[in-house]
């Protein structure tokens, strides 16, 4: 994770973002050391990246890279401004001992790219590219299956979607279906018939940016649908606010790159 020492609005690159609107930034660095906590205190370990002035949206580490088997893809981000985060990223890993696979197209690491038991499950249409599943299936010898964005709110995979564990032998997951193209929802149909459906609300206030353990949801307390349907599903959710990196269009995974030795 990257602290916000340095988070703002400062340039427009999802419908989310405003320039015009400040950021609180006590309250965001409240927020994130809030997630930070209540992670250690469910028994994750938390490492930490130093954040770079002039990144404003490094804190969302999880667009960093995707890691699985102790092996690291890195990110090409579509952004220029976001570009030089990479780097700073590289730098954290080669110290943790890690070598790092540079992408060669678009590819904004776990925002895109979700880990989902025998699968990985990669998100395309408004920033990483489809060459890039490509390359991910390649490195990581893993089937990828592509799902088409269609919703620039959703613009990344993890807007709209997460990974509840391995509950049944292919696992299951959380999404909002309008959020992809009608053979993309068949797909995930077909995939995860016992899925929990989220509402256009729950999206909206990022509940889908959510960390499953398995058995702990760290989700947005504004979800409240989502809630109820994962606590009937018999999973603990708990609820962590960062509603201030919502005006960044971020939420709780965003900002929680998951390191899978
Ligand atoms: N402002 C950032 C961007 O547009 C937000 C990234 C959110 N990260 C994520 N994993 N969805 O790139």
Redesign the pocket.
Known sequence: MCEPRYFEVRYA??PW?NTGVPVDLDLARDQWRTLVQVYRDHGHAVETVAPVEGLP?MV?S??AALVVDGRVFGSSFH?TE?RPESAAYETWFKEAGYDVHPAESVC?G??DLIPAGRFVLAGTGF?TRRDAHREVQEFFGRPVISLDLVDPRF??L??ALFFLGNETGEGNVAYYPAAFSPGSREVLQRLYPRAVIATEEDALSFGL?SVSDGRHVFVAPQAHDLIDKLTQRGYIAVPVDLSEFRK???GI??CTLEIRS
């Open positions: 690159i999802n973002m949206d969302f999880a667009n952004a976001r904004e776990e925002g920033r613009y990344h993890d807007t940016n960044s269009g971020g995974k965003c």
